[in-house]
């Protein structure tokens, strides 16, 4: 079955940086776009990144513009996100997910629309 795991995450200061990282098992991992969400404690889940199929194109959210990259690794099927300059209100569990899109070198930014998802891996940036 398909898994996607996630690791990275933990404690870390205002201005550190972490890069999370999903392994993937049991999908072709080039017929998927990855994407990162994230969800804080009474928040919705919200789009943070996506890269496409090739790994040609990607997108973020504003609130991340600058600070993230989002990139994969098809020999390994993983999908990383670099974070730099840390923030308190980046505090959230991180959700790596996969969309199945095989014909397309979109990619998606819809919780929605991703067909599997992680675990998670909690991130937390004290104030």
């Known amino acids: 079955q398909v898994q996607l795991v996630e690791s990275g995450g933990g404690l870390v200061q205002a201005g550190d940086s972490l890069r999370l990282s999903c392994a993937a098992s049991g999908l072709t991992f080039s017929n998927y776009v990855m994407g990162w969400f994230r969800q804080a404690p009474g928040k919705e889940r919200e789009f943070v990144a996506a890269i496409n199929r090739s790994g040609g194109n990607t997108y973020y959210a504003d609130f991340v513009k600058g600070r993230f990259t989002i990139s994969r690794d098809s020999a390994k099927k993983t999908v990383y996100l670099r974070m730099n300059s840390l923030k308190p209100e980046d505090t959230a569990v991180y959700y790596c997910?996969?969309?199945?899109?095989?014909?397309?070198?979109?990619?998606?930014?819809?919780?929605?629309?991703?067909?599997?998802w992680g675990q998670g891996t909690q991130v937390t940036v004290p104030s």
């Open positions: 997910a996969a969309r199945y899109l095989p014909f397309s070198n979109d990619l998606d930014i819809q919780v929605s629309s991703y067909n599997y």
